[in-house]
């Protein structure tokens, strides 16, 4: 009586993977499908490096300081968790 419900336990485990692996392939299939058809319709347009504004790199300046200010309140807020 065990021998059999473990092997109607295996088929039925087998039958359940075998279930997950083609609906995750079907999946992987369409979005390989759904990718070809939006970038028939839609594609990128390439962009011209030329085109850059000067404001460029005041907007990296200020980002520059903004990310030493994450990071400053990032370690206060990490100190005074190890205090308590």
Known sequence: ME???VVEAFKFMILG?????LLLSLMVFLMGVQHKIVEKYFPDKPQDSSNT?????????SSSSEDNAVVAAIVAAVSKYRKN
């Not at 993977?17 to 692996?21: A, D, E, Q, W």
């Not at 504004?53 to 300046?61: D, G, M």
Request: hydrophobic share 40%.
């Open 53 to 61: 504004t000067p404001n460029a790199a005041a907007s990296t300046q």
């Open 3 to 5: 021998n059999n419900l």
């Open 17 to 21: 993977m075998t279930i997950v692996y």
